[in-house]
């Protein structure tokens, strides 16, 4: 630069700012991210569940405490207030994401919601020959994408290609829900270990179709410590003091959730290497929960209720069953929501750490709270 006369600097700064008066995703927008999907189970779930028709969701998001903390009112989150996706999405500047289920004429221009409560990786008819139960309204990852692929259609026809190059794909976390399925009706843990391979498979399935759509960067999160959620320890109560780790965690289950992670991430690092113009990058989710965990005290979390959920303590697993259903008086000092879902502020401080760790794989920089926890 030193050599350069001034007339040079300057038209050299001329070109850079037209070149980023050009770009098409300027200002507004964060690292030219101009849109949002979201697959996925009740973790992500924005809404879609509450409006199948006759969905009998245990878990009734359809009502208040549901949402009470930021919302104010229930929105068919599986959570007091926000969700990941919305963590996600406000960090990238982009709205809420709408449920793709809402026909009710809200905007589809920033991105959808095609996560649903209760909604498996492997599709009904794996299930039906294990005599594995799944709910009958079961949206799975398969048909999660023919939504997605009519949802492409009817809203950017010829353009999809360039929508989904300016996006990020969020798939999963999947396999949550098929674990805790075929667990909870007594399949043994050898058997349902010989279910990872399988629901990778699915994920890697729908990682090639998004890419084929034209998805250039793909979020690809990990399951969370089941061991530590409230619903598990309800359902699965070991007698033996040494089956806990020093949280209360049961150990076996976040084993099994690190097994499921652990191949997750090998079959990542192999399709990366197929799609080298793709970012695939995985959603430490697990890191996350367990970073908080760790930092409890510090996070404002109360250490001697980290494994107990605030609503619905004394009632089932995964559910609040009516608005005063042991409801906790303080939500933001609780990781444990409802039994399988966690708090607004659980979702917020696990979020902040995935931002920071996955976004900038995404060549996004900045996005994330700075001075945030890391999870490695
Ligand atoms: C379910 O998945 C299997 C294996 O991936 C596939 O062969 C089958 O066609 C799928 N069925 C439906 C109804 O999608
Ligand atoms: C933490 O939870 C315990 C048990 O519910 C409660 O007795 C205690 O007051 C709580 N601590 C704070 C700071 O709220």
Redesign the pocket.
């Known amino acids: 630069m030193a050599s350069l006369s001034l007339p040079k600097v300057s038209f050299f700064l001329l070109l850079l700012t037209l070149f980023f008066y050009s770009s098409p995703c300027a200002a507004r927008t964060k690292c030219c991210i101009t849109s949002l999907y979201q697959l996925g189970d009740s973790i992500a779930d924005g809404g879609n569940v509450i409006r199948i028709p006759d969905a009998h969701i245990q878990a009734r998001a359809w009502g208040l405490p549901y949402g009470e903390t930021f919302f104010n009112k229930p929105t068919g989150r599986f959570s007091d207030g926000r969700i990941i996706a919305d963590y996600i999405a406000s960090a990238l500047n982009l709205p809420f994401l709408n449920p793709y289920m809402d026909k009710s004429g809200v905007s589809f221009s920033q991105g959808a919601n095609f996560a649903v409560a209760g909604a498996t990786a492997l599709n009904s008819s794996f299930w039906a020959t294990r005599k594995v139960a799944s709910v009958p309204y079961n949206v799975p990852l398969p048909a999660q994408l023919e939504w997605f692929k009519s949802h492409l259609k009817s809203t950017c026809g010829s353009t999809c290609a360039r929508t989904l190059r300016n996006s990020l794909i969020v798939l999963g976390e999947f396999g949550g829900v098929d674990y805790f399925n075929s667990l909870g009706q007594n399949m043994g843990e050898p058997e349902v270990r010989t279910y990872v391979p399988l629901v990778i498979d699915g994920i890697l399935s729908a990682i090639r179709d998004v890419i084929q759509l034209g998805a250039t960067r793909i979020l690809v999160p990990g399951v969370f410590p089941f061991g530590c959620l409230s619903g598990y320890l309800k359902r699965f109560p070991d007698s033996n003091p040494n089956a806990y780790d020093q949280f209360g965690c049961l150990r076996f289950y976040n084993r099994f959730a690190m097994f499921h992670n652990t191949e997750l991430k090998k079959a990542l690092a192999n399709i990366q290497c197929e799609f080298p113009r793709v970012k695939i990058v995985y959603g430490d989710y697990y890191g996350g929960f367990r970073t908080i965990f760790r930092y409890a005290p510090w996070l404002g979390f109360?250490?001697?209720?980290l494994v107990s959920a605030c609503c619905g303590c004394c009632g089932g697993v995964g559910q609040c069953s009516s608005p005063s259903d042991g409801l906790c008086p303080?939500p933001a000092?609780h990781v444990n929501w409802d039994g399988l879902h966690l708090t607004d502020e659980a979702y917020h401080r696990i979020s902040d750490i995935v931002i920071n760790n996955a976004f900038p794989k995404f060549g996004c920089y900045g996005l994330g709270n700075s001075g945030v926890l890391s999870s490695s």
């Open positions: 109360n250490t001697s209720t303080n000092q």
